[in-house]
């Protein structure tokens, strides 16, 4: 079962990425701009988060210890725990790119200090903050797919072990 193992170790480090970047984005702006202007850590630079970035981060967040403690404890099922946060991240990420970018209500949980229509991160015209969050998600959910099938298969190949 190290390919199970493996995709717990990718899971790990995709999610441990996306937690640094959105704590890099808060912080100290943009870090593709940073890095053009050679100004990696000005903390004046940072991107306030809006109600929605932070209902996204939340699921987000809690995915670095699941994933750790699968591997830690050698849980092979906690992708069970892992696929729901996967879900309401896409949600959360899916409204806040509809609000920014195809011009639909903003929801009432925005606040005008910090507005969810904001764009401040917008590289080649259409792929912002949500959207990379968007593709985080997608491929977090293909490899906790890829882990629950995996496990199916061990399973029935186990029974079918056992019967012989």
């Known amino acids: 079962m190290h390919n199970v193992r493996n995709r717990y170790i990718a899971l790990l480090l995709i999610s441990l990425f996306a937690t640094l970047w959105s704590l890099y984005v808060e912080y100290y702006g943009d870090p593709v701009r940073n890095v053009i202007e050679g100004i990696l850590f ?8 809006c109600t929605l970035c932070r209902y996204i981060r939340m699921c987000m967040y ?21 696929q729901p946060l996967l879900i309401f991240w896409f949600i959360f990420s899916a409204r806040k790119r509809s609000v ?36 985080w ?7 906790t ?15 079918i072990s056992d019967l012989l």
């Open 145 to 159: 797919i890829y882990i629950s099938k995996r496990l199916k298969k061990h399973a029935i190949m186990q029974k």
């Open 62 to 82: 809690p995915l670095i210890p699941i994933s750790a403690l699968a591997l830690i404890k050698k849980q092979r099922n906690a992708y069970i725990f892992i």
């Open 100 to 135: 920014q970018h195809f011009a639909l209500p903003t929801p009432s949980i925005c606040s005008p200090q910090v507005p969810c229509t904001l764009t401040d991160v917008n590289y080649f015209g259409f792929i912002s903050l949500s959207l990379l969050g968007m593709a």
């Open 137 to 143: 998600f997608a491929l977090m959910f293909v490899i």
């Open 42 to 49: 000005s903390s004046d630079r940072g991107i306030a988060a």
